[in-house]
């Protein structure tokens, strides 16, 4: 009895929180919410490119137990 009152009380707050997120887009809203900068990767190359260049860097260090990076000037 205990646990489902529990996992009722949490369904309840978890379906509030989400439902906070809901809300209608007015038309005129629509148009700022279109541009490029608005989305979730609003700069694709250098994204690619930074990713690429940290992964370099953390690929090069192996067990962390000397300096260096993926430049070659340690």
């Known amino acids: 009895m205990r646990f489902s009152a529990i996992l009722l009380i949490?369904?309840?707050i978890a379906s509030t929180l989400l439902i906070q997120g809901c809300q209608p887009v007015s038309a005129?809203?629509?148009g700022n919410l279109a541009k490029e900068e608005m989305g979730i990767n609003p700069m694709p190359n250098q994204n690619a490119f930074r990713?690429?260049?940290f992964n370099?860097?953390?690929a090069s260090q192996g067990g962390h137990s000397g300096?260096?990076?993926g430049c070659g000037c340690n």
């Open 10 to 12: 949490v369904a309840v």
């Open 28 to 30: 005129w809203e629509r």
């Open 51 to 53: 990713e690429h260049i």
């Open 56 to 58: 370099s860097k953390e």
């Open 67 to 69: 300096g260096g990076g």
